[in-house]
């Protein structure tokens, strides 16, 4: 409803002053290009970089170290142009497990530029890091680090989605439009965004469907629903 009103009072502006102009509207899905978790260790040296899953929330783990952290990262670059004015934005993952406690899943912008390595787990306690991978530590392991432990993030958080079973989840926001929005006028700054779930509660981790959900002998019959972005925008032509 409202983007028919806004195109019907743009088309009747521009109808008055410029007959030839008018707001063209595009939908794109975009695969992400980057996944991985970071795993709560303190000597940053574990890491699931092309594993086929990336997880979300806290293990069962009582004694310290069972936190879990996703980063997700979208290539906006050639996809939407520079000019363009975004108008909605969704996030799709998918949910392979049930975890425990329903939990709250936060998005927030990521604030460094951060790798996707070779490292390859099938499960939450990942492997030794790679060279490249992102770690609780490092932003490339190991020759670069997070300002803070466990990844540099804005706030406040751009989204949240309750998870409780498995499923396809959708984030959209108003602020997640302003995020895409930023990194589509400034590309160098789109570093993706970081997933925080419940981390004070045991076993609420939930494991989310990478863009690799075949890899690491996976045994997945299919290729589960791969994280996706889809971005609607406008351009004047």
């Known amino acids: 409803m409202y983007k028919?009103?806004?195109?019907?009072?743009?088309?009747?502006?521009?109808?008055?002053?410029?007959?030839?102009?008018?707001?063209?509207?595009?939908?794109?899905?975009?695969?992400?290009?980057?996944?991985?978790?970071?795993?709560?260790?303190?000597?940053?040296?574990?890491?699931?970089?092309s594993g086929p899953y990336f997880f979300v929330g806290r293990?069962?783990?009582?004694t310290g170290g069972g936190i879990r952290r996703g980063l997700v990262h979208f290539d906006m670059e050639g996809v939407i142009p520079e000019t363009a004015r975004i108008e909605e934005v969704a996030l799709q993952l998918y949910a392979s497990n049930d975890p425990d406690i329903a939990q709250k899943v936060r998005l927030y912008p990521a604030l460094q530029d951060w790798g996707e390595g070779a490292s390859c787990a099938n499960g939450g306690k990942g492997t030794n890091a790679q060279t490249g991978d992102a770690t609780w530590l490092h932003t490339f392991f190991?020759?670069?680090?997070?300002?803070?432990?466990?990844?540099?993030?804005?706030?406040?958080?751009?989204?949240?989605?309750?998870?409780?079973?498995?499923?396809?989840?959708?984030?959209?926001?108003?602020?997640?439009?302003?995020?895409?929005?930023?990194?589509?006028?400034?590309?160098?700054?789109?570093?993706?965004?970081?997933?925080?779930?419940?981390?004070?509660?045991?076993?609420?981790?939930?494991?989310?469907?990478?863009?690799?959900?075949?890899?690491?002998?996976?045994?997945?019959?299919?290729?589960?629903?791969?994280?996706?972005?889809?971005v609607t925008y406008s351009v004047a032509e």
């Open 4 to 49: 028919n009103k806004l195109f019907s009072f743009l088309g009747m502006a521009v109808l008055i002053s410029t007959p030839t102009m008018a707001d063209v509207y595009e939908t794109v899905q975009i695969p992400a290009s980057q996944d991985t978790t970071l795993i709560d260790d303190p000597n940053g040296a574990r890491s699931n970089g």
């Open 59 to 62: 293990t069962g783990d009582s």
């Open 142 to 230: 190991d020759s670069a680090t997070w300002d803070d432990a466990g990844g540099d993030r804005a706030r406040p958080a751009s989204a949240r989605e309750n998870v409780d079973v498995l499923g396809i989840y959708t984030w959209s926001s108003n602020r997640m439009i302003k995020d895409v929005q930023s990194w589509v006028e400034q590309p160098e700054t789109n570093f993706g965004w970081l997933l925080i779930g419940d981390e004070r509660n045991l076993r609420t981790v939930v494991a989310f469907a990478s863009r690799e959900s075949l890899n690491c002998n996976s045994g997945l019959p299919t290729r589960w629903p791969t994280p996706m972005l889809e």
